[in-house]
Nanobody
């Protein structure tokens, strides 16, 4: 049984930083590209970032480019999202997602392209 668990969310002031972590058990971690999504109240779930199985290729939505960094440690089976220069518009529930394949290819921004999901970790940025 696959379990995906996020951690690291919290309350931070604008301009601050947080690092989210995600573990996925019950699967071979480096057989999958991984992604982060977020969902703010009253809004649709939004794709944030994706990382290839090896970690050698990453993709970001425009609003977080230059501020967020996705990375992974395959030896430990952990996915990370380093978030810097946070602003109130980043406030959302952040979800870790396991992609069906190895790569961040077609459909990487669609939730349907991800097979397993965590329960989310809340990030709140105060102004």
């Amino acid at each position: 049984q696959v379990q995906v668990v996020e951690s690291g969310g919290g309350l931070v002031q604008a301009g601050g930083s947080l690092r989210l972590s995600c573990t996925a058990s019950g699967l071979t971690f480096d057989d999958h590209a991984m992604g982060w999504f977020r969902e703010a109240p009253g809004k649709e779930r939004e794709w944030v970032s994706c990382i290839k199985w090896s970690g050698s290729h990453t993709e970001y939505t425009n609003s977080v480019k230059g501020r967020f960094t996705i990375s992974r440690d395959n030896a430990k089976g952990i996915l990370y999202l380093q978030m810097n220069s946070l602003n109130p518009e980043d406030t959302a529930m952040y979800y870790c997602a396991v992609r069906s394949g190895l790569y961040c290819s077609d459909g990487l921004a669609s939730p349907s392209g991800y097979k397993y999901w965590g329960q989310g970790t809340q990030v709140t940025v105060s102004s």
